[in-house]
């Protein structure tokens, strides 16, 4: 096994292992719950980021195990196997002496009760509308507007804020970052570095800021890096359909390539296309014709949010509201969506047409198999590509795609 095959197994087995042991003491009632969910009662944790980062302490925690894992066979050997019981117990005694523990500095690291949480909002699209209202309420005067800690206040802080698209919100746990924003931050001489809001935000609030700063910081990075580094999924959607009564979630088509036209601007033509699902993204009033429009060209499942627009209109780098009054930053944008709900590429108003430069979410040259897609042209290979290249997961650190 390679490293970094290695190295994911680790993780997903640390984090299930973590949360068997938190999901254990919830149902025994030693794991009260804090911010709707239940607390990790330890002051420590297992630190699968170092696993991720370190390939030496997964290779060395690896081989703890397994001697570990021989050891207790042994000592379980002994208790049936009478007659060789000694030397059983001392082989045992022999592979745990010569097992190199991993130094506990670098495998563990301070936990908060929200460690574990996890985010209910689903990454909706109206729910990202109302985080980013509180966060330029809350948040801009010293992160910025934009996220890149550049706000008004920031200068007059003891440290400057990060940028939040430095990575800030993917290689933390989510949970951690909820518990941070309630609490505040403090220096290592206690010192406080950010203040605490648990008395302007609530719990969902936070959720629904947090949510927002993921959608600043990919559209920062879209803007300045034309990629997102880290993967950044689709907000989720209430889509209307021509052929079933009632809406649809985005998920109903999981499995399904999407492509997402917001109206407004010239739609691509054909409107569908039998290699995805075309999904048209109007406005809620004044009535969009783009929706009609889209409906009368062919297209049988449209979208009428305001907050929708807004939320894609960040994700690709585009200010929102535009600075140009009468302006629609996001008329005529194009999202591709893979088979398991990631956003994959983005074709700006005006484009002749699909290129390798849309696609924004990708992995770094030679990674995986990115090389054994196709050579094609265009769509095409976009799609060749984005098949080549499924997203990982995506938290604490873990690769863009491979």
């Not at 700063?213 to 300045?224: E, I, N, W």
């Not at 088509?253 to 109007?282: C, H, K, N, S, Y």
């Not at 140009?324 to 398991?340: C, H, K, S, Y």
């Amino acid at each position: 096994m390679d490293t970094p095959a290695l190295q994911n197994l680790l993780l997903q087995l640390a984090q299930a292992a973590q949360r068997g042991l938190l999901a254990l003491l919830d149902a025994l009632g030693l794991a009260p719950p804090v911010h709707g969910q239940p607390a990790w009662p330890l002051p420590w944790r297992v630190a699968v980021e170092n696993l991720l980062i370190d390939g030496g302490l997964a290779r060395e925690l690896a081989l703890w195990l397994l001697l570990a894992g021989t050891a207790l066979a042994f000592a379980l050997l002994a208790l049936a196997w009478q007659r060789r019981r000694w030397p059983l117990l001392a082989g045992a005694a022999a592979l745990l002496a010569l097992a190199p523990w991993p130094p506990a500095a670098l495998l563990f690291t301070p936990a908060v009760p929200t460690s574990f949480h996890r985010s209910p909002t689903g990454f909706e699209a109206a729910g990202i509308q109302r985080g980013l209202a509180l966060y330029q309420a809350q948040c801009a005067a010293c992160h910025g507007a934009d996220g890149r800690g550049e706000g008004p206040l920031a200068a007059s802080l003891p440290r400057w804020p990060p940028t939040l698209s430095a990575g800030l919100l993917w290689k933390r746990a989510e949970g951690e970052l909820l518990w941070r924003v309630q609490q505040g931050l403090h220096d290592a001489q206690g010192r406080p570095t950010m203040p605490g809001f648990a008395d302007r935000l609530s719990t969902d609030d936070t959720w629904a800021v947090l949510d927002a700063m993921k959608v600043l910081a990919a559209g920062d990075s879209a803007r300045r890096q034309a990629a997102w580094p880290w993967p950044v999924a689709a907000p989720r959607l209430a889509v209307e359909c021509a052929d079933a009564p009632g809406p649809r979630p985005l998920s109903h088509w999981r499995g399904q390539r999407l492509r997402l036209v917001l109206a407004g601007g010239p739609l691509p033509q054909p409107i569908e296309d039998p290699r995805f699902v075309t999904v048209v993204l109007g406005a809620e009033a004044p009535p969009d014709d783009g929706v009609a429009a889209a409906r009368q060209a062919g297209a049988d499942c449209s979208v009428r949010s305001d907050a929708a627009r807004a939320a894609y209109a960040q994700l690709a780098g585009q200010a929102w509201p535009s600075p140009v009054a009468g302006r629609d930053p996001a008329a005529g944008l194009q999202f591709l969506i893979d088979r398991d709900g990631w956003l994959r590429a983005v074709s700006r108003p005006g484009a002749p047409g699909w290129s390798a430069d849309d696609l924004l979410c990708r992995a770094e040259p030679g990674a995986g198999n990115a090389t054994t897609a196709p050579a094609r042209d265009g769509l095409d290979a976009l799609i060749a590509r984005m098949d080549a290249e499924p997203v990982q997961v995506a938290r604490l650190g873990l690769p863009h795609a491979r």
